[in-house]
Structures are given as structure tokens and as C-alpha cells.
């Protein structure tokens, strides 16, 4: 994608469309238009090579109209503030979606993660909670992984917060290792959640997934996992790039040996018999099933035309922009959203967070079939407000977030709004 777009505003717009849809109140649209609160720190550390460092850090708490703010924390270069508010909101809209007592929220550290040693992450990870401390903990606001971001850092983030602290506290973060306080079938959640989703999309379209072909961007914790999956039910890999190129096999693509591959090289370019592809050569692959698994909008403006898949199964956040959205309208092609479709992690995170204040250990079993049941409501909800209002599956998806969250803040009353609303309406 050649242009810088405004990442949080591509969020409001699908909010502003919802909430027009449910005629919200004034002062409901007017809360849940911004961030409740943006913290941005500046941690600084000693690199390895004797240099002092500076970076910026930022927290974004989008809503905790539904409960504390949830939400991942992405290492990336790229990172920006109006990408970490727009990570916010859609942690608020997707948790109401799949109806989790949680707020949404966001945390991003603008560094280049991939070519920093441990020693430097350790140092910057533990600056960066240090310098957020007070406004994240159980009760307030809940970290997780994401772009760039793995158990060991969460089990820095934990360390880091506890610190000073009396009693220990596990459920500051999710995602972590089963080694330390995590939960059993945290790891791979995402990808399972997409892969249930799917299988019940599918079926629900009488498109049976057997050798139907499967064009994947992205190959991380979410590319990887779905990719097996998929794999695992009789599909047919075509294609899979990552941040240094992809890969192309119209025979097909046997992940598990390229996740193999890709751990001894770091990369999967050079893969057994494969020719090389680039991220708009793949999105434009004569394929079923297009899964979007790595950052922000790539499939837009330029190349959404050119999309032969028949579903898009959004694994990443925000991978669609609006006018692609449009695009992908017009031409039939089903989209399942990335506030529905990737939902699996937050909703496994809930049951670790669960596990954590309760002192409880459930099954890896136990957690897939609680993740299961909660997906299955949440698509079915979904598919209810599609039918009933005769709109996208992304339009339903967020018709039924906003009035989720609404309610919410309905059955409080902010007192400070009463007066307005009286007034307003
Ligand atoms: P990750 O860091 O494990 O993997 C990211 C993948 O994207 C890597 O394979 C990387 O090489 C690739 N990538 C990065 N830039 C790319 C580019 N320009 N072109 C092609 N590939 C590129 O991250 P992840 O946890 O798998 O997250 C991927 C996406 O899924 C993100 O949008 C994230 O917000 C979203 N997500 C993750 C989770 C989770 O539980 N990890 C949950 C919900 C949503």
C-alpha cells in the first residue's frame, strides 16, 4: 500500500455507520467517538552497543464502558497514534461482539522489534510497563500480544508490574506462557477461533471446505495457525507471503514443513519448490478463500478489484479498507469481519484472565469448547442483525457491538450527561 491513511478514522467511519443505523443518542456517539484516555511515554534504555535510547510508548483505553480495557500490545516501527487508537476501538467493538466483560484497549512500543536483541527488548518491555504502570492492572486495563510480541514478553510485562507490588498479580497480562500463569490453548486461540468461524461460514454457504484453495498474507502466530488448520481440513495452500516476500505452489503448500523451514531460516521465501510472490500478486490469485493474516490494510483501494477469492476470513485487525470494502460489496465477495473472525484470542484471554483471578486451571479442552460456544453465539448474533437488517456481515457486526456497548452505558447514565440528554434527546 503506497498511502498513510488515517487508521483510526477508517474505524469511526463503521461506528458512525452503526450508530446511524440505531438512531444512538447524542451523548452515546459523542463518547464513544474518541478514547477515553491516550497515555504516551517515552522509555529510554542503554543499547548493547553502549548508546543511550529513546522511544515512544503509548496506551490507548478506547472504552471501558463494558468493563476494563483489553487489548495487545504490537512492537512495530510503524506504529503510530492514530494506529493505536483505531487497535482500541476495535478491541471495544469486538469484545461486544462476542459479549466479554471488557473494554477496549491498546498499547504500542515504535521500535524495530525484529533487530533488537533480548537484552534490549527486556530492558525497553520493562520501561515501558514501568512508565504505564498506574493506569494498567486486572481490574483497569488487560495486556495481550500482538504484532511482534510473544509469551516472553508477556512474562516481562507481568514481572515488570509486579515488581513493587505485594501480592502477585498474573492478570495484568494474557497470553502468556502455560509455564507462567497462562492458559492452556491461549497459543494458538486466534487461529482456532477463525478456523470455527469459517467451518460454520461454510457451511452456512453450502461452500465445503475440501480442496478448496487458500491464499494466506502473513505467516505469524495467526498466519501459521490457520494455515495448519485449514491444511488439517483438506484445503489447499496456494500461497503465503511475510514481511520479507512469499511464496507461491499451486500443488500446494504443507505448513507444518514450512513452519519447520521457517524456524531454522526465519523466513519462509526459498521454500521447497515454490515460486516467489509478492503481497498484491497473492491477493489477486485465482483462489476460494482469502485470509488477510498480517498487518493493516492491504487489501485496498489498488487491489481489491483484482480479488478473485470467493470469502475473505479477516485473521488480522483492520486488513480491509473502507473503499475496498465497497469494492468487495459490489463484486459478491462474502467478508467475515476481523471484529468477528479473530475474536478467538480475546475470548480464550477472558478465560485465562478468569483462570488467573480465580485460581483455577480449566483443560486445554475445556477452554476450546467455552471459546467455541462463545464464537458460535457471537456468529449467529451476527448473522441474525445481517438478515434482520439486510446489511454486510462487517455492517451486522458493528450494528450489534455499538448497541451492546450502548447499553451499557445506557443502564449507567453518566450523571454528568443526564442533563444533556434530558435537554437533546
Ligand atoms: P505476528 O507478529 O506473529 O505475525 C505477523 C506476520 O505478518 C508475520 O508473518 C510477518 O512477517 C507478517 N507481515 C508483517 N508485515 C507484513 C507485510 N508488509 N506483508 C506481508 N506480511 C507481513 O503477529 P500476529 O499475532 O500473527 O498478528 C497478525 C495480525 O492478527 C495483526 O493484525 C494482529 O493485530 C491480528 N490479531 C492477532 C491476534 C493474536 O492473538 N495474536 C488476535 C487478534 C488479531
Redesign the pocket.
Known amino acids: 500500500m503506497t498511502k498513510k491513511y488515517d487508521l483510526f478514522a477508517e474505524v469511526n467511519l463503521q461506528f458512525e455507520r452503526a450508530a446511524k443505523h440505531l438512531k444512538l443518542e447524542r451523548w452515546i456517539f459523542q463518547k464513544l467517538s474518541q478514547p477515553e484516555r491516550e497515555l504516551v511515554v517515552h522509555p529510554s534504555i542503554i543499547m548493547d552497543n553502549g548508546k543511550p535510547r529513546t522511544f515512544v510508548g503509548i496506551r490507548v483505553q478506547h472504552s471501558t464502558a463494558k468493563g476494563p480495557a483489553k487489548g495487545?500490545v504490537?512492537y512495530s516501527p510503524d506504529a503510530s497514534l492514530s494506529e493505536c487508537k483505531a487497535?482500541a476501538a476495535w478491541m471495544t467493538w469486538?469484545c461486544a461482539v462476542i459479549d466479554v466483560p471488557f473494554g477496549g484497549g491498546k498499547g504500542v512500543v515504535v521500535c524495530d522489534a525484529l533487530n533488537m536483541s533480548q537484552n534490549e527488548l527486556k530492558k525497553l518491555t520493562w520501561e515501558y510497563i514501568l512508565a504505564i504502570k498506574d493506569i494498567i492492572g486486572p481490574y483497569k486495563d488487560i495486556l495481550?500480544?500482538?504484532?511482534?510480541?510473544?509469551e516472553r514478553i508477556m512474562a516481562w510485562i507481568v514481572e515488570a508490574y509486579n515488581h513493587d507490588k505485594t501480592h502477585f498479580e498474573f492478570a495484568v497480562a494474557t497470553?502468556k506462557s502455560t509455564s507462567f500463569g497462562g492458559s492452556f490453548g491461549?497459543k494458538g486461540?486466534?487461529?482456532t477461533g477463525l478456523f470455527f468461524v469459517l467451518e460454520e461460514i461454510s457451511n452456512y454457504l453450502n461452500y465445503f471446505l475440501s480442496e478448496k484453495k487458500v491464499a494466506i498474507?502473513?505467516?505469524?502466530?495467526?498466519?501459521?495457525?490457520i494455515a495448519k488448520l485449514v491444511y488439517k481440513a483438506g484445503c489447499r495452500i496456494i500461497a503465503i507471503?511475510?514481511?520479507?516476500g512469499?511464496i507461491w505452489r499451486e500443488k500446494g503448500i504443507n505448513p507444518f514443513k514450512l513452519q519447520a523451514y521457517m524456524n531454522r531460516r526465519k523466513?519462509?521465501v526459498g521454500f521447497d519448490n515454490t515460486k516467489p510472490i509478492d503481497?498484491n500478486g497473492l491477493i489477486s490469485l485465482p483462489c476460494d478463500i482469502l485470509i488477510?493474516?498480517?498487518?493493516?490494510g492491504?487489501i485496498n483501494a489498488n487491489n481489491a478489484d483484482s480479488v478473485k477469492a470467493k470469502i475473505i476470513l479477516e485473521?488480522?485487525?483492520?486488513?480491509t479498507t473502507k473503499e475496498a470494502d465497497e469494492i468487495l460489496k459490489k463484486k459478491g465477495i462474502f467478508v467475515i469481519p476481523?471484529i468477528l473472525a479473530?475474536?478467538?484470542?480475546?475470548a480464550v484471554?477472558h478465560l485465562e484472565w478468569m483462570q488467573n483471578l480465580n485460581k483455577i486451571i480449566f483443560s486445554e479442552q475445556e477452554v476450546i469448547r467455552r471459546m467455541k460456544t462463545r464464537m458460535m453465539k457471537a456468529l449467529w448474533d451476527v448473522l441474525a442483525m445481517m438478515n434482520k437488517h439486510n446489511v454486510t456481515m462487517r455492517e451486522a457486526a458493528y450494528i450489534l457491538a455499538v448497541k451492546r456497548v450502548a447499553e451499557s452505558l445506557r443502564i449507567k447514565k453518566f450523571h454528568n450527561y443526564e442533563e444533556i440528554d434530558l435537554k437533546t434527546g
Open positions: 495487545g504490537r487497535l469486538k495481550a500480544p500482538d504484532m511482534n510480541t510473544n497470553g491461549r486461540a486466534t487461529g498474507l502473513g505467516f505469524g502466530n495467526v498466519g501459521s495457525s507471503t511475510d514481511i520479507h512469499g523466513k519462509i503481497n488477510p493474516a498480517a498487518i493493516a492491504q485473521g488480522a485487525n483492520g486488513p476481523d479473530n475474536a478467538g484470542g480475546v484471554s
